[in-house]
């Protein structure tokens, strides 16, 4: 029997494919491969679809968050505080601008940081120089980065309330949540986003690409600054990167947004005939509010490994988001502030999470054999 991906990554239908090839080749006969037009008018239309002022192209996910780390203006020496239940990336361009991350625990429902343990984090920091917001160890606080993880949108509300008190401004990592909206604020609303158009995100480029969005002009005319060898009027006035969004992948990004509306919905359609279908024991996610962005759907699972094993001898693929917190990762671990065993409800987590096939390829039998699949195994924790 054909086995079931977790992920799928398909150019699309046959006329699509032409049309984007089409696309790419006019861009090859025009010889504008950085910036340029395609890159102007792919930022434009991805910003009005965000409801942001501004959207910069970059060349991952990865960069973007470093890049709106950047022109938050985190320093070498911050801290910067997130959660430790993400891709390494989260973890990554916070220690590659010189800043230390400390963790915050999830909220035990939704998997995102929790508002409440933020505030309980502030608590125990102090003014330091100049009023700035400072962590036990004297480090100044230079960032909340919250993760919209799986698409789910954190509670932003809440988190901007605490931060705000704080006085310590907002980066999110959404490269999980490409469409996303906070209820019915946009996520710029709150601070600049960083997104990600790895392939098999729900806006997937043709290799790797990212955006940073903002309402802040400031921020955006840095981030366009920093993307390009932090250069102004020919000079380097910072240290930048390059890190461009190919003129190419924006060409192609531009065709295939406005298909996906319809790849959010045929996504949401598979999570809620599994939220209806799989077994009473299984441990459903909290029900999808209208703004989360449907990019991954995780049940949760207490024997999570075996029932993965099982899956697979089911031709059924699966993924394990995430086994290791992120300071579990030797370089964060050597590098963080606070402990490891700080974030109880995100360690749970760890052992627990279990991600199905949801990509918008599937058909309704792969769903019905995934849900057969977890009705026939042992592994449910009613039994
Ligand atoms: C939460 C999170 N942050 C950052 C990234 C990095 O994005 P990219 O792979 O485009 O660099 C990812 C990628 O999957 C992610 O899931």
């Not at 029900?287 to 094993?309: K, N, Q, S, Y």
């Not at 065993?341 to 052992?351: E, H, L, S, W």
């Amino acid at each position: 029997m054909k086995r079931i991906e977790l992920a799928r990554v398909a150019a699309g239908d046959r006329a699509g494919v032409a049309e984007l090839c089409s696309v790419v080749e006019q861009l090859a006969r025009s010889g504008r491969f950085i910036l340029g037009e395609a890159v102007l008018a792919f930022e434009q239309k991805f910003a009005t679809a965000a409801g942001a002022r501004h959207a910069i192209g970059v060349a991952s996910g990865s960069d973007a968050l470093t890049l709106a780390l950047l022109a938050a203006g985190v320093m070498p020496g911050d801290v910067v505080l997130t959660t430790p239940l993400s891709f390494i990336a989260t973890a990554e361009a916070i220690l590659r601008v010189g800043a230390v991350p400390r963790f915050i625990d999830v909220d035990d429902a939704s998997l995102c940081l929790c508002p409440h343990a933020l505030a309980r984090c502030f608590s125990h920091c102090s003014r330091g120089v100049g009023g700035a917001m400072t962590s036990p160890s004297g480090r100044r606080v230079g960032a909340v980065v919250p993760v919209h993880l799986y698409g789910r949108i954190a509670n932003m509300a809440a988190l901007a309330t605490v931060a705000r008190e704080a006085g310590v401004g907002i980066v999110q990592d959404a490269a999980q949540a490409v469409g996303g909206r906070a209820g019915d604020r946009s996520l710029t609303s709150f601070g600049s986003a960083s997104v990600s158009f790895f392939p098999t995100k729900n806006l997937g480029a043709w290799g790797d690409g990212g955006a940073v969005l903002t309402d802040d002009d400031d921020v955006a005319e840095r981030v366009k600054m920093l993307r390009s060898h932090g250069m102004r009027g020919g000079r380097a006035i910072e240290v930048g990167l390059n890190s461009r969004l190919d003129a190419l992948q924006a060409a192609v990004l531009d065709r295939k947004l406005a298909g996906l509306g319809e790849i959010e919905a045929k996504r949401r359609e598979h999570a809620e005939f599994y939220r209806a279908a799989l077994p009473a024991w299984v441990t459903r996610p909290p029900p999808l509010e209208p703004g989360d962005a449907c990019h991954i759907f995780t049940v949760r699972c207490p024997r999570r490994d075996a029932m993965r094993a099982h899956l697979d001898a089911a031709g059924i693929g699966t993924g394990a988001y995430y086994p290791e917190l992120l300071s579990d990762h030797p370089i964060v671990r050597s590098r963080m502030e606070g402990e490891p065993g700080d974030c109880p409800n995100a360690r749970r987590a760890t052992g627990e999470v279990l991600a199905l096939p949801i990509h918008e390829h599937l058909t309704r039998d792969e769903l019905e054999r995934v849900v057969m699949a977890m009705g026939s195994s042992r592994f449910g924790d009613a039994r």
